[in-house]
C-alpha cells in the first residue's frame, strides 16, 4: 500500500482520522495515560538547555527536529484510524499488519535513537527481545486465516477447519499479548530501571579504557544544546495501537457494538495484565525474562512448522 492509497482511504472517511478510532477518542486516552505517574527514562549525561541555547539554534535544525516530533505523532495516529475496529466507518480497503506494525514502530524507533545518542542500550534490548514473537505471532495469525489484513486476522477460524489451524490461531492471539512487556519497554525491560551488574561493569570498563581529548580553546566556549525531539505522545500513542491491535482478535468478525464490548474488555484487561506484570517484575534482571521470550519463539516456530507440514500433506494426499 503507498501513501497515496493512505491518503484517499483517509479522505474517504475523514471520521476515523478525527472522531473514531483515531482523533477524540484517541487522544482522549492519551491524556489520561498522561495523568498517571511519569516513569520515562531520564539519563544523567544530558545537559539541561537553556532559553538561550534554543533560541541560538539553525533554524534548519530546529525545522528538523519539529518534523520528526510530528511525525513521531502522525504514523502512529494514522494506525489507529484504519485499524479495523467495531463500528468504525467501513473502508473500501484494508491495511496489512506490516503497515500497521510499521507505523507504530516509528515513534519507538525515534525513542532508541535518542538512547543510543545518550549511551543507553536498554530499549533497543526490549525491542529486540520484543520482534521476534511479534513477528512469530504475526505469521501464525496470518497462516490461520490466510491473509495479513488486519480483518482478517480478526476472524476465528470456522467450525470446519481443522483443530491445528484453530490452535495456531488462539497460539498467534495470546502471543501477540504475551509480546507486549519488551514492546513498551515494561517491567524488566523498562527503559528507565537500574542498570544491571553487566551494564555497569561494561560502562565502567568503556570509561577506563577512554582517555579525555586534550581541550582546546574553541572547545572552551560553551556551544548550543541541539533541541532533543521528544516522541511522548507518539509512545503513548504506539502503546494504544498495540493494546488494540492485540485485543483485536478477540472482537471476532462482527460489527456490533458487542463485538466492541469483547474488544474493549480484552484490551482493558490486557492493560491490567500489563500494569500488574510491571508492578511485579520493575528492577529484575532481563536475562532471565529473555530466555523465556526466547522459549516462546521456540514453541511459536515449532507450531508454525508443524501446522506447514500437516497442510502440505493433506495437499500432496
Do not use: C
Not at 530499549?123 to 527481545?129: G, K, M, S, V, W
Not at 582517555?211 to 503513548?236: A, D, E, F, K
Not at 474488544?263 to 517484575?281: E, F, P, S, V
Request: aromatic fraction near 6%; charge should be positive.
Amino acid at each position: 500500500m503507498t501513501a497515496n492509497e493512505l491518503l484517499a482511504l483517509l479522505g474517504r472517511s475523514w471520521s476515523r482520522l478525527l472522531i473514531f478510532p483515531g482523533g477524540l477518542t484517541a487522544f482522549g486516552l492519551v491524556w489520561l495515560m498522561g495523568t498517571l505517574p511519569n516513569r520515562e527514562p531520564r539519563t544523567a549525561n544530558r545537559e539541561p538547555r537553556t532559553e538561550n541555547s534554543i533560541v541560538e539554534q539553525s533554524g534548519d535544525s530546529r525545522s528538523g527536529a519539529l518534523w520528526v516530533v510530528l511525525s513521531s505523532v502522525a504514523l502512529p495516529w494514522l494506525a489507529l484510524a484504519l485499524l479495523p475496529l467495531p463500528l468504525a466507518v467501513a473502508l473500501p480497503r484494508q491495511i496489512d499488519i506490516v503497515v500497521a506494525l510499521t507505523l507504530l514502530e516509528w515513534p519507538n524507533v525515534l525513542a532508541i535513537r535518542q538512547d543510543l545518542r545518550d549511551g543507553d542500550m536498554r530499549r533497543l534490548a526490549a525491542a529486540l527481545n520484543s520482534y521476534p514473537p511479534l513477528i512469530l505471532a504475526t505469521l501464525a495469525l496470518a497462516q490461520a486465516g490466510n491473509s495479513l489484513e488486519l480483518a482478517a486476522l480478526a476472524r476465528v477460524p470456522g467450525n470446519p477447519a481443522a483443530i491445528s489451524t484453530s490452535a495456531l490461531h488462539w497460539l498467534g492471539v495470546i502471543a501477540l499479548a504475551l509480546a507486549l512487556p519488551p514492546a513498551l519497554a515494561i517491567g524488566p525491560f523498562a527503559a528507565d530501571r537500574p542498570r544491571t551488574k553487566d551494564e555497569g561493569r561494561r560502562t565502567k570498563d568503556e570509561g577506563a579504557f577512554s582517555q579525555p581529548p586534550t581541550p582546546s580553546p574553541q572547545s572552551l566556549v560553551p556551544s548550543p544544546q541541539p533541541l532533543t525531539p521528544n516522541p511522548r505522545i507518539g509512545l503513548r500513542l504506539r502503546t494504544l495501537g498495540l493494546v488494540a491491535l492485540a485485543a483485536l482478535p478477540w472482537a471476532g468478525a462482527e460489527d456490533t457494538g458487542l463485538a466492541l464490548l469483547r474488544m474493549l474488555g480484552a484490551a482493558a484487561l490486557i492493560a491490567a495484565l500489563l500494569w500488574g506484570y510491571d508492578r511485579l517484575t520493575r528492577g529484575r534482571a532481563p536475562r532471565r525474562w529473555a530466555w523465556v521470550y526466547l522459549g516462546l519463539d521456540a514453541v511459536l516456530l515449532l507450531a508454525l512448522l508443524r501446522v506447514a507440514s500437516l497442510a502440505l500433506q493433506s495437499r500432496l494426499a
